[in-house]
């Protein structure tokens, strides 16, 4: 078949672009314009030459697709491109005509290598011809900064492949370059064959006699989760940005509705520390309460009191604890009509997330990262009990959902290395990007005994623009092209069929432009594409055996979590499991503490470590404010008359929860305080306690009395003292003997003598 255009482009080198126009009965503006593919750009340079990042696309419009009827070429009917076309100049532009090109038919890209090499072409170069048959588009004026949409159709008998199909038995699948080409005119620009501006995709062909391609598509659910200091979830109103209908998150979860998604089974990757965090949202992010949680024993008449303190009496000038919010996780459907009337639009959204997660999760396969997806790598180097406390912590909105996910270490990058490999547990799904291996390998690879299932990293990277790429769209014809150049034929009828592809693993981009489930999902065919679940579509996968070796560490070193932001981890759930033990009444807390402190060693936090660090040094000090409610005051001084000898302390508990604690005391040689068994407090009240002292010298001794938990932890609240003894030896108690005999000695004489002499008288 000789295409029309082809026709043209020899009538115009011998006849002229204005004769040719003619001859064809076509109208001047679009026989000019179709003169050349791409006649004022370079061709495709080679391998070599795109090495370096493609130069940024200075064309004067910017164009963009935003649907196209037919995911993949189609052996018939026509194909319909959507968009809008953007005047970035400071001109204004008439006459736009908008073309569809076509890449090589004879030439098809065949492989993943391809592929990736075409994101490297520059976006000026020649990579297909234009397409004059069919409806091309037209915008008739475009002020600068003005956007307009077209439509430009063309049919599938344009594009030329019987040379393809007959030199392959119409067996092989492959991609083409495909997009539109805008040319238009200005003040300055008159109308010729260059090319004013272009969108460029992938549009795979795939014959009919294909064994279907074994796919999944994970999608990750992850955020930077931080709190405020009292507890509640910082930045509402961006949490509420990324929840709303639009937001991110709530398109990805939206991926998963039956009428927009087209029934295609996702494989969701989860923090179960972002689904906590949605939830307390969700429940009005209320802050870190320490009221009772636990239904509290019954109260005697006269509150008991250790046998050596004083009785317990209130604290004057003190109010009665208020009403708090409940800190727990709603689960979807928990709130009245009431309360969703009084509700901010971020809990509101919260909730309709929820809603819209619980569908989601039905049926489909969950994978779990650690709590607060926890940068795994950092924490095998600077704590790895950090690491065992991710992976034991449980998700309360999980659990009310009834979702029992797979333990999972996946990083952002798809970067794993030997270490983290090693501290996966048996059953535990690992992820890592084929970016990081040294040759190409199969759906799922063995290393040091754990399975790996390789993921795409082309199929992230999206279409090659010019622009941004990762569009519903781009990002789908990407996938789509992936998939396509790992399809395998089917073999003659009698014969057996021929090996299934590698399946192929695709965790979607965090940050993309999404659009609508319907966009990314629209035309796609399932007769030669089998989406299915992680588990299943790895399941029958051709396994490899790989080394240490075989891994390719990142060309820059990438940027781990620091030490200092695990310490501060360690030191506000060390604080929040003290706060639990003194409370009497709640047992929450301390948990609530470790879920938040987890989430401050995400990945998503690599780049905002000072930020993690000041929030979590502000949620200390909450707690520390909380426990320097319980005070101990202790007297300027006290003498032992002995070697031993009690004295009275004073313990004040200033907050509305009832506490328990002890007493301990630190002193130098010499001089011991007998420990104090554990005291109650109720809320905003003192008591005395009587403590015991033994010495062995008779110098002065300083003492710190320190309040602790029951568990013998200081919280905080000490004081200190001067302790001295008056010791008296066994030689003094003989002279005052002495003394005393001899003043009775000579009392008895002188009264002898006055009676003698009173005689003689």
Same mark, same amino acid.
């Given at each position: ?54 130069? @940024? ?257 209130? +604290? @004057? ?62 924490? $095998? ?63 799922? +690879? ?159 936090? =690599? ?82 306690? $009587? ?65 003698? =002499?009173?005689?003689?008288?």
């Amino acid at each position: 078949m000789v295409r029309p255009r082809r026709f043209l482009d020899a009538l115009t080198r011998h006849t002229g672009p204005a004769t040719a126009a003619l001859a064809l009965g076509l109208p001047l503006t679009l026989a000019l314009p179709g003169a050349a593919a791409d006649a004022a750009t370079p061709p495709i340079p080679t391998a070599a030459a795109t090495a370096a990042a493609p130069a @940024p696309d200075t064309a004067p419009l910017r164009v963009r697709i935003a649907s196209l009827s037919k995911a993949t070429l189609p052996a018939r009917g026509t194909i319909t491109i959507r968009g809008t076309v953007t005047n970035r100049s400071d001109e204004t532009w008439t006459t736009i005509n908008l073309y569809t090109f076509v890449g090589d038919e004879l030439d098809p890209m065949s492989s993943s290598a391809e592929l990736a090499e075409a994101m490297d072409v520059p976006f000026d170069a020649q990579v297909g011809e234009r397409v004059l048959e069919g409806d091309p588009g037209l915008v008739e004026i475009l002020e600068p900064g003005e956007t307009a949409p077209y439509v430009v159709t063309v049919p599938t008998s344009a594009f030329d492949f019987t040379e393809v199909a007959a030199r392959n038995d119409g067996d092989t699948a492959g991609v083409y370059w495909f997009g539109v080409h805008a040319l238009g005119q200005s003040a300055s620009t008159p109308r010729d064959d260059f090319t004013d501006g272009r969108a460029r995709t992938f549009l795979p062909f795939v014959p009919r006699r294909t064994e279907p391609v074994p796919a999944t598509l994970v999608v990750p659910l992850t955020r930077a989760v931080l709190y405020d200091a009292d507890g509640s979830l910082a930045d509402e109103d961006g949490w509420e940005r990324v929840l709303r209908p639009g937001g991110r998150l709530r398109d990805l979860v939206d991926l998963a509705d039956p009428a927009d998604g087209a029934g295609v089974p996702l494989t969701w990757l989860v923090d179960p520390a972002l689904l906590d965090a949605i939830g307390r949202l969700a429940a009005g992010n209320a802050p870190r309460s320490l009221e009772p949680t636990r239904a509290r024993d019954a109260e005697p008449a006269a509150e008991a009191v250790p046998s050596d303190a004083t009785t317990t009496d209130p +604290v @004057p000038g003190t109010a009665s604890p208020g009403d708090e919010e409940s800190d727990q996780p709603v689960a979807p459907g928990a709130e009245d009509a009431q309360d969703a009337q009084e509700a901010t639009p971020a809990v509101r959204a919260a909730r309709a997330w929820l809603a819209a997660a619980e569908g989601a999760f039905t049926g489909a396969e969950v994978l779990t990262l650690p709590y607060g997806n926890l940068d795994v790598g950092a924490a $095998l180097s600077a704590s790895p009990a950090l690491l065992d406390l991710a992976r034991s912590q449980q998700s309360a909105v999980l659990e009310a959902l009834g979702v029992d996910g797979r333990p999972t270490l996946a990083s952002p990058d798809g970067y794993v290395d030997q270490a983290e490999v090693g501290a996966a547990r048996p059953g535990d799904a690992l992820l890592v990007s084929d970016r990081y291996l040294q040759a190409p390998a199969p759906g799922v +690879v063995r290393l040091d005994g754990h399975e790996l299932v390789v993921t795409s990293d082309g199929a992230t990277q999206g279409s090659p623009g010019p622009g941004r790429s990762l569009t519903a769209v781009g990002l789908r014809q990407r996938l789509l092209a992936e998939a396509a150049v790992r399809a395998r034929p089917v073999r003659e009828a009698g014969s057996p069929l021929s090996p299934a592809g590698q399946p192929l693993t695709v965790v979607l981009p965090t940050e993309w432009d999404l659009g609508t489930a319907e966009e990314f999902f629209d035309e796609i065919e399932p007769s030669w594409i089998s989406f299915t679940g992680l588990s299943s579509a790895t399941s029958s996968a051709t396994t490899g055996v790989i080394s240490a070796a075989d891994l390719v560490e990142p060309e820059a070193t990438k940027r781990r979590l620091q030490p200092e932001t695990f310490a501060a981890v360690r030191s506000l759930i060390d604080t929040g499991d003290t706060l639990q033990r003194v409370l009497v009444d709640n047992s929450t807390v301390g948990a609530r503490v470790t879920e938040e402190a987890l989430s401050a060693i995400s990945y998503s936090l =690599r780049g905002r470590q000072k930020v993690a660090r000041t929030a979590l040094s502000l949620a200390r000090g909450w707690l520390d404010a909380r426990l320097s409610g319980i005070e101990i005051i202790a007297s300027s001084g006290v003498t032992l008359s002995g070697d031993s000898g009690t004295f009275v302390v004073t313990l004040r508990n200033t907050l509305d929860e009832r506490v328990a604690v002890s007493i301990a005391a630190l002193t130098d040689q010499g001089l011991v305080v007998d420990p104090v068994e554990t005291l109650e407090l109720g809320p905003q009240s003192r008591t005395s306690v $009587l403590l015991n002292a033994t010495t062995t010298t008779s110098r002065v001794h300083n003492v710190t009395l320190m309040v602790t938990d029951v568990d013998g932890d200081p919280i905080g609240a000490s004081d200190q003292l001067p302790i001295r003894s008056v010791l008296v030896s066994d030689v003094i108690w003989v002279i005052i003997g002495v003394g005393v005999g001899t003043l009775f000695l000579a009392i008895a004489l002188r009264l002898r003598r006055r009676i003698m =002499r009173s005689r003689r008288a």
